[in-house]
């Protein structure tokens, strides 16, 4: 199984990118290959002059054609997700998430915006043809601590609990996803029918 995270803050320490990674420590622990990519490694240019024909973003759109799954992960700006994820969103072709399954993940300062996932992010989600997603998860700031210097940072235990639940959900959806046939099976398939219609 493949699956493509990416972080949606500007931010160099991360919140919703601590839920990132802890869900791609999981995910690596159950097999699964996880490629990461950060709003942040993309070119600035690139996503603020909407070129299409990025290298970043032809390398990412190849990475999440072969996946079998999606974590997109954002802090809530302004009662809504990262603008720059926007960006990088609006240069994906519209069935960029088609066959994929997705867990949205949104941290955020108030409790007041925890549906920010539902009413923002998850139109543009389906805006892109997302086969299956996820309820998703949302954190405030108060249930993620930053470790002191390289200690790891810690989440409240209803949080951690919450998240292992969803990428239970996340994996066992990737599992039972129906794939999309190779056209050159279906041709053979046909070939070797022994019936028309
Ligand atoms: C520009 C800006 C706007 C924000 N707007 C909101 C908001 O509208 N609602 C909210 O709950 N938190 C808001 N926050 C707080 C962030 O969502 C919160 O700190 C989040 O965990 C940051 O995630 P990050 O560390 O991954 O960047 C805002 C923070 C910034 C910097």
């Known amino acids: 199984m493949l699956v493509v995270s990416l972080g949606g803050s500007p931010s160099q320490r991360s919140r919703s990118g ?9 995910l690596q622990e159950q097999g699964v290959e996880v490629v990461s990519y950060r709003i942040r490694d993309f070119p600035a240019e690139d996503l603020l002059h909407a070129r299409f024909d990025s290298p970043k973003v032809i390398d990412l759109l190849q990475q999440i054609e072969n996946a079998d799954g999606v974590v997109i992960a954002t802090p809530v700006y302004k009662a809504s997700f990262s603008g720059a994820l926007k960006t990088l969103l609006d240069l994906l072709p519209e069935r960029a998430l088609a066959h994929k399954v997705v867990l949205p993940i949104a941290t955020g300062g108030s409790i007041a915006h925890m549906l920010a996932v539902d009413y923002a992010l998850k139109p543009v989600l389906s805006a892109l043809k997302a086969q299956e ?3 998703g998860i949302f954190a405030v700031d108060s249930q993620i601590a930053y470790g002191e210097g390289s200690a790891q940072a810690q989440l409240a235990p209803e949080l951690e609990q919450r998240l292992n639940e969803y990428l239970e959900l996340f994996f066992s959806a990737m599992a039972r996803r129906p794939k999309p046939l190779d056209p050159n099976v279906l041709n053979e398939r046909l070939l070797s029918a022994r019936w028309s219609i």
């Open 18 to 26: 601590v839920l990132l990674e802890r869900s791609q420590r999981w």
């Open 133 to 135: 997603m996820l309820q």
